[in-house]
């Protein structure tokens, strides 16, 4: 009994503190970006980061831990990293007079070496973890296999879902802002 109530303690702070960081993000990058939704677009790849992780621990037959949420609060951190690099960008593209479907491309063509490399060097480094048989690694391969799995899957979902939802947001801004011109 007192180790499931310390443990729900610990999810408990954890739900806080990852509420509160979310909320700190959020205010950075409406400040960085001077935006109230592009923010959003950024931060909507986090749950997407998910996919990964569940399928990396069903493949790998360990179950989620405490560590793994830790690992999934960090991960959240390298994938909007990923995702700032590429709306940032999109963004300069825009400003200086490109279309918005130009920007995009160029864009995210630009930053596809950034993004991937950024994520690889991070899989590479926790790769050998993934394969370590020593009782003291067991402990750890939950955090690794929710960073490695997460990284997988999250980083294509950046390349892909991130200039879909800025065209997405695009046009919901002229429906709902410019309704005549649709």
């Not at 980061?49 to 949420?69: A, R, Y």
Request: aromatic share 10%; proline share 3%.
């Amino acid at each position: 009994a007192g180790r499931a109530e310390e443990q729900a303690d610990t999810f408990s702070d954890m739900k806080r503190g990852a509420i509160l960081s979310f909320f700190v993000i959020y205010l950075i990058l409406a400040f960085i970006f001077q935006s109230y939704t592009l923010p959003f677009t950024i931060m909507s790849i986090i749950p997407f980061t998910l996919i990964g992780v569940i399928f990396g621990h069903w493949i790998t037959g360990f179950d989620i831990t405490i560590l793994s949420m830790v690992a999934l609060l960090g991960l959240t951190g390298i994938v909007i990293n990923d995702s700032i690099i590429m709306v940032s960008n999109i963004k300069e593209k825009i400003q200086k007079g490109l279309e918005l479907n130009d920007a995009i491309i160029g864009g995210s063509k630009e930053r596809l070496r950034a993004v991937i490399l950024t994520s690889l060097t991070t899989i590479g480094g926790l790769t050998p973890l993934l394969f370590e048989t020593s009782v003291q690694a067991q402990f750890l391969k939950p955090m690794a296999i929710t960073l490695v799995f997460g990284l997988l899957s999250s980083t294509f979902l950046v390349l892909l879902i991130i200039p879909n939802l800025i065209k997405i947001g695009d046009f919901l801004k002229r429906l709902f802002i410019f309704p005549k011109l649709w």
